[in-house]
């Protein structure tokens, strides 16, 4: 059983690794109609580091983010999260599970229309049942750079300031992983830059961990390294990526597929 | 577009079921009552039992075409407005707006088609034990056999065609051009339904105690009163909420739902008012008559008798009807938020905290509308108690207030609850990406 909700665990001081996957695979569909979106899929992400994982279309990537943030759970293999196995029990112990562990940020930012910029931005921590002091919501939405918009709807907003809010949601609550599934895919090039840049300084200055799944070789190349995938394997890593370089690695992915990071 | 509208039925027809429900119902209700013209109408039947079943038909069958309306149309309201995105789909792949419109409406067509088809046998069992309540409390003579004949097969499917028909027509027209009815011509309304019911319920002050017609203006002052409160629901709803200190995740994220979406609520309100006054008002103010009767000695006329059987039946129809109002739009309108729950989930609600957002908002909604329901029944319940009798409220009002608050808890609550719990088996992130 997960340790539901148990704080001390997760103060007890941070482990090495933030994200470890061991053999995870993952089948969806019926026996004669099964499509194998991750096939034993074994990877280990250090803290305050910033992946990307890439591949094309029905690579699993999304498969394999929803698997490592416990929104999935895989058919086989092991996930830990910050040193702590994420196994069995339903639907509210994974949720448990993931407060102060896991944030996210989503292509469609997943905001919800009747509340405010700041109730949003706040609500992760009173889910948590956490006290939630009022310079609190200000203080994140400050360094987002939209401390000036607390009282508006996210309908009101930009498609760029609604990512930023849900980054500023992502942050809250001080997680050690931030799952990112394509956050600029819907948004302009200098509303993206925005994003990214910001998700690079939640690694950066504050530490966290980061991994986005995106199809965007210029967004990749904010990060540390990218991580291909193809066929629900790894299929090849590269460090200090550059957009070019990336982009040329996508094209011939299908050509040689190695196995392992 | 027949065929498609006969494709999307054959597909989803989970979709259709709320309205299939109510056609039939519906249809059901009306061949009920009307087949007593049929059975009125056979050779042999004396001019007492004749008039007694006509009545009957008559007045029912008039209270049964306006609710079966009513019920029709809100679902199917509702159902088309599920359709936005779907209707915007095939506006987008080159559908004229006419094409959407015979498309919707040919669906709304062979649903009701269907459910009078289906109403038909039960309809005929329906009206065999309606002469049968009517033979056993003397008023029809034995001797009548039940027919059900054109009259009552003809009016159950042609009303219950032209409602669901007419209903869609509106509705896929509404859709389609996108504008919000305006606020103005609601709140006039509002205010002449409170006024007039005011006036319908002093008015019963003219009347003398043992007028065979007092129980009219109370009783449609009551409804008038509950119609305009319910036409103020949303800002009925938003004084309630500005009273309430709620503390808790749920509580939190309850309050500030509903005060954004008091005006989406305000069908729901609508047939919660509605219910609460109509039942509570129209069976306690029966009751009182019963016993006032009772207590003078005399052996109830035919026409008390009458009055009785049908205000029984009324009231019963009533319930019915607006508990499949209830229930078809709480149910609808709870499973469209299945994206916003799946957001909440992934904000870090636990399945338990989803539910009890729902039951806290549902709680309040009912709380709100038993309240306005009430005291519309009882502004029609004391000038009525007054005038009938010495005291000013019944000790019958009590029982039977806590009877129909049971039963539209109970509803509210078991809908909503039951609903969210089956949009909850999906996996957040699928609720999510549904609408996307």
Known sequence: MVRAGSRRTHDKGPAAEALRLVKVSKTYGARDSAVTALDGVTLGLGRGTFTAVMGPSGSGKTTLLHCAAGLDRPDSGIVCVDGTELTGGGEADLTKFRRGRIGFVFQQYNLLETLTVAQNTVLPLKLAGQRVDRGRAKEVLTSVGLGDRLGHRPGQLSGGQRQRVAIARALVTEPRVIFADEPTGALDTRSAREVLLLLQRAVRVHGRTVVMVTHDPVAASYADSVLFLADGRLAGRMDAPTANAVAERLAHLGDNVTTGV | ?436
Not at chain 2, 171 to 185: D, K
Not at chain 2, 312 to 339: D, E, K, Q
Request: charged content about 15%; aromatic content about 6%; some cysteine.
């Open chain 2, 1 to 436: 577009m027949f065929l498609l509208a006969m494709r999307s039925i054959r597909h989803r027809p989970g979709r259709f079921l709320a309205t299939l429900l109510s056609a039939f119902l519906g249809a059901a209700i009306i061949m009920t009552f009307n087949s007593m013209h049929d059975t009125a109408a056979q050779d042999g039947v004396d001019p007492t039992s004749a008039e007694t079943l006509s009545t009957a038909a008559g007045v029912v069958g008039g209270y049964g075409t306006l609710l079966v309306f009513f019920a029709v149309a809100s679902t199917l309201t509702v159902n088309v407005r599920q359709r936005t995105a779907e209707l915007e789909l095939l506006r987008r792949s080159g559908a004229t707006p006419g094409q959407l419109k015979r498309m919707v409406v040919g669906e709304a067509v062979v649903v009701a088609l269907v459910g009078a088809a289906l109403a038909i046998g039960p309809a005929m069992l329906g009206g065999r034990a309606l002469l049968e309540v009517f033979q056993d409390s003397g008023q029809v003579a034995g001797s009548v056999d039940p027919s059900f004949g054109p009259v009552a097969l003809l009016t159950g499917i042609d009303i219950t065609l032209l409602a669901s028909a007419g209903a869609a027509f509106l509705a896929v027209r509404r859709a389609t051009r996108g504008q919000e009815r305006p606020g103005g011509a609601r709140k006039f309304l509002a205010y002449g339904a409170l006024l007039a019911g005011a006036a319908s319920a002093s008015s019963t002050f003219v009347f003398s105690g043992t007028d065979a017609a007092l129980m009219a203006p109370p009783a449609y002052g009551a409804i008038l009163l509950s119609v305009g409160f319910a036409l103020m629901a949303p800002r009925l709803l938003e004084a309630v909420l500005d009273r309430l200190p709620l503390d808790g995740a749920s509580g939190w994220l309850a309050v500030r739902n509903l005060r954004e979406r008091a005006g989406h609520l305000a069908g729901i309100l609508m047939s919660l008012i509605l219910f609460t006054a109509v039942a509570t008002a129209t069976l306690t103010m029966q009751a009182v008559e019963s016993d006032a009767v009772a207590a003078s000695g005399l052996t109830k006329s035919i026409d008390a008798k009458n009055l009785e059987t049908l205000n029984v039946t009324v009231v019963g129809i009533i319930v019915v009807f607006v508990c499949v109002m209830l229930v078809n739009s709480l149910y609808a309108a709870t499973s469209y938020r299945a994206r916003e729950f799946g957001q909440q989930r992934l904000a870090g609600a636990t399945p338990g905290q989803v539910l009890g957002t729902v039951g806290t908002e549902t709680l309040i909604l009912t709380v709100t509308g038993v309240l306005f329901g009430t005291v519309a029944a009882l502004a029609g319940i004391v000038p009525f108690t007054v005038v009938r009798t010495d005291g000013v409220l019944p000790g019958e009002v009590c029982a039977i207030g806590v009877a129909v608050i049971a039963v539209a808890a109970s509803v509210t609550l078991g809908t909503a609850l039951a609903t969210a719990r089956r949009m909850l088996r999906t996996p957040a992130v699928g609720a999510v990406a549904v609408a996307s």
